[in-house]
């Protein structure tokens, strides 16, 4: 009997739909168990084809795939339904947006924040995928400006941040907090020393949600998942938990 695609979601938003998908409902083996959407990580490309089909009823339209290399790019999704392509075909870029209906837009993690950010109006729709590099470089505040433009200055926006790794797991080097610190030395505030020198625990999420809210100006509302992909195995594929590992998707589009 097939299993059933389970799914984590954030508040009702009018006109937009998102969502992060968990392990439950796929056919990958092994390291890979579960639901992994990710072609570029080992796992038999048959699975990940099924697990994409079984996705695909989800969803009004097949998803903009993104080849991730934790950066700032963007891509615009103009149509609703992109050419098949396989990874290595996909346009690089770490975020996506669409002002185009059932245009679905998406991001694959394990670990690394998925962010979707939308209008109060549900006009315009954006997904990042946002590591620590992606993070420190500003690839939320640069989809956050796209989004911006031609848009009423007294626009509100809306973001939701989706299952990604806690502090309490993610330790990092001295090279990790000086890359934030460089820019803005309160975001010092974002990390806790550990018991070894040049060690800290990095808040990714609250180091999110200050940049957005300096960004927007505190114009946005901002949701926290708080699911943790590395404590929550049974649900979750974390890289830092094992570095042969899958792939989930936060899918976003305009209803």
Known sequence: MEKQ???L???EWPGVR???TTLAGGVSQNEWAGLNLGEHCGDEPEHVAKNRQRLYQL???LPHWLQQ???TQLYQALKPTPKQHTWQQAPVADAAWTTTPKAVIAVLTADCLPVVITDEKGSIVGVAHAGWRGLADGVLE???LRLQQNRPLHTRWRAWIGPAISQENFEVGQDVFNAFIQKD???AAFFICTNQVGKYKADLAGLAKNRLCCAAQNNIDIVLSHACTFEEKQSYYSYRRQ???GRIATIAWLE
């Open 9 to 11: 979601t954030g508040p």
């Open 185 to 187: 030395k309160t975001l």
């Open 5 to 7: 695609i389970k799914t």
């Open 142 to 144: 640069k989809l956050l």
């Open 59 to 61: 969803l009004p339209n």
């Open 69 to 71: 290399v934790h950066g």
């Open 243 to 245: 570095a042969k590992t």
């Open 18 to 20: 998102y969502f992060s």
